[in-house]
């Protein structure tokens, strides 16, 4: 078999075989497929999509690719349950989630991402803290989850490596958006990782992948049925990505937001929101509460009780980083040598934002990748971010910029000034949940 035919199949809008997809996946894991071939094909199949069958079996191969955990023999007393965003500006929510439905009986072992695109990555964040160990023996990995509940890992050489390959790639080629490949990108980690449910939470707005309410939609069915051809329950919500979620963007600057959330001095409404909404459909996924009000009441009390900020602590320190981190995350977190606020051009009422060119400005600071194997500045982004509807001025700034040079803060601003739309009057206020779509 030949991976050019493979590819000009797929090119041509063919539909490939079962073996086909298995003998490319093979391929992927063991490298011996190079990256240009792989980049053709996801080209291809970002202008051809695939059907269904092909998703699935694509889904499942690189599942397989790697070790699948089981949970089975590890003497947990509650559900395993996981999130996955699509990713978006400011998007913080597992640090919160993960600790939050730990403290109310459920087991998350999340396998996350690095940055994707203009996004950013959950194993990019967590790296701010020091000492943390975001790949971890999976010996270390079940030890952290039994003990603390959680564990925010990224993606090991041995889990689902066909999908860790891929995912690189297409972060640079431009194939981000394609609903089969999102698809099975997510899924294969998540069927890896051995879950009982999984709640998806599916970003649609001028920062999200899906910048269309249909788009977001298709994905979200595309990921339930995928889900149930593996037996893994799924629900999905579709939350609002038109501008950054939170107060902060950036990767320490969103750890040290997670923190002062989860100690109960800041939660910011529209993050707040989101978490809720998520982890009360977690506990609903995993039949530890019935119905929406109990959950949000639990899940609230997760956090004011300070039991999620404790199941925090000892998940960073289990891999790795300061026993006291929730208490003097300050003296651990990078900090950035310049602080630049960025004021509007005008006074007003901040309108609108384009949430893409936001994620853009974190890149030119030195926050994300532009190609492949990019390291990244962990102290960078952007702080007291404005929220639409806001009112801007020459003393409230659109945010403030933490940067290591004038120059990439010079740039950066000029794209958070250009992405913001400032009008006379308070735009209308819009929900930041969408919709919860559940299996048929």
């Not at 080209?43 to 269904?52: E, G």
């Not at 929220?387 to 601003?413: C, F, K, W, Y």
């Amino acid at each position: 078999m030949l991976v050019t035919d493979i590819i000009r199949k797929k090119r041509d809008g063919g539909e490939l075989t079962p073996d086909e997809i298995s003998f490319f996946v093979n391929g992927l894991a063991d490298t011996s497929i190079p990256a240009e071939q792989v980049s053709a094909f996801a080209m291809a199949v970002y202008f051809n999509s695939m059907t269904a069958a092909e998703a699935g079996r694509l889904t499942m191969d690189m599942a397989r690719s790697g070790t699948v955990l089981d949970w089975q023999d590890a003497g947990l007393d509650g559900p395993v349950v996981d999130k996955h965003s699509t990713g978006g500006v400011g998007d913080k929510v597992s640090f919160l989630l993960a600790p939050i439905a730990a403290a109310c009986g459920c087991y998350v072992p999340m396998i996350s991402g690095r940055g994707l695109g203009h996004t950013g990555g959950t194993t990019d964040k967590v790296e701010s803290i020091p000492g943390y160990n975001a790949t971890p023996e999976f010996q270390l990995f079940r030890k952290v989850v039994k003990e603390a509940g959680c564990a925010i890992i990224g993606q090991t050489a041995d889990l689902a490596p066909a999908d860790r390959r891929l995912y690189a790639i297409r972060d640079v080629t431009a194939t981000i958006e394609s609903v089969p490949l999102i698809t099975a990108s997510i899924l294969a980690k998540k069927i890896a990782a051995g879950l009982d449910a999984l709640v998806m939470d599916i970003k649609v707005g001028s920062g999200a992948f899906m910048s269309e309410m249909d788009k977001a939609r298709e994905l979200a069915r595309s990921i339930i049925a995928t889900a149930a051809s593996a037996n893994l329950k799924t629900h999905a919500l579709i939350t609002d990505m038109n501008e950054c979620l939170g107060s902060t963007a950036g990767n320490a600057l969103e750890i040290a937001e997670s923190v002062e959330y989860l100690r109960g001095d800041h939660r910011e409404a529209r993050l707040d929101k989101v978490v809720m909404s998520l982890c009360a459909e977690m506990l609903i996924a995993t039949g530890l509460e019935a119905d929406h009000e109990s959950a949000l009441r639990r899940t609230d009390e997760a956090v004011t009780s300070g039991n999620a900020a404790e199941v925090f602590n000892r998940m960073v320190h289990g891999l790795g980083g300061p026993a006291d981190f929730v208490g003097n995350y300050e003296g651990y977190l990078p900090g950035a040598r310049l602080l630049v606020p960025v004021f509007p051009e005008s006074a007003g009422y901040l309108a609108g934002t384009d949430a893409f060119r936001i994620g853009n400005a974190i890149i030119e600071l030195g926050g994300g990748r532009r190609k492949l194997g990019d390291a990244l500045d962990l102290s960078v982004g952007l702080s007291d971010v404005a929220a639409i509807g806001e009112r801007v001025d020459n003393e409230r700034p659109l945010a403030v910029i933490h940067a290591s040079s004038q120059q990439t803060a010079d740039t950066a601003a000029v794209l958070i000034r250009d992405a913001c739309r400032i009008s006379e009057s308070a735009p209308e206020t819009r929900p930041v949940v969408y919709e919860t779509i559940l299996p048929d």
